[in-house]
Nanobody
Framework: QVQLVESGGGLVQAGGSLRLSCAAS????????MGWVRQAPGKEREFVAA????????RYTDSVKGLFTISRDNTKNTVYLQMNSLKPEDTAVYYC???????????WGRGTQVTVSS
């Protein structure tokens, strides 16, 4: 079993930045594709970004391309999401996830709230 714990969320003004972290334990971290998914109030979960085990391949949803950067440090079993130029529509609970493919995520964290004020 893989345990994931997110941190770094909070309240920020529009145009600001936040960096989310997700610490993993209980598995071989470098074997997992890691991702971030968000859920805004009243909306379905939305894929945000993902990164391969080596860190060489990344994927983003169109709305965050060029604004958010996903990265990982396999020596620290941690994945990051650097979020720049935040907008009120980025307000959501952000979940960290781990999986065996970019399509299937098998493990989930409890989420961290990100609130962007206008």
């Amino acid at each position: 079993q893989v345990q994931l714990v997110e941190s770094g969320g909070g309240l920020v003004q529009a145009g600001g930045s936040l960096r989310l972290s997700c610490a993993a334990s209980g598995g071989i971290f470098s074997r997992y594709i890691m991702g971030w998914v968000r859920q805004a109030p009243g909306k379905e979960r939305e894929f945000v970004a993902a990164i391969s085990g080596s860190g060489l391949t990344t994927r983003y949803t169109d709305s965050v391309k060029g604004l958010f950067t996903i990265s990982r440090d396999n020596t620290k079993n941690t994945v990051y999401l650097q979020m720049n130029s935040l907008k009120p529509e980025d307000t959501a609970v952000y979940y960290c996830a781990a999986g065996s493919s970019f399509v299937t995520m098998d493990y989930w964290g409890r989420g961290t709230q990100v609130t962007v004020s206008s």
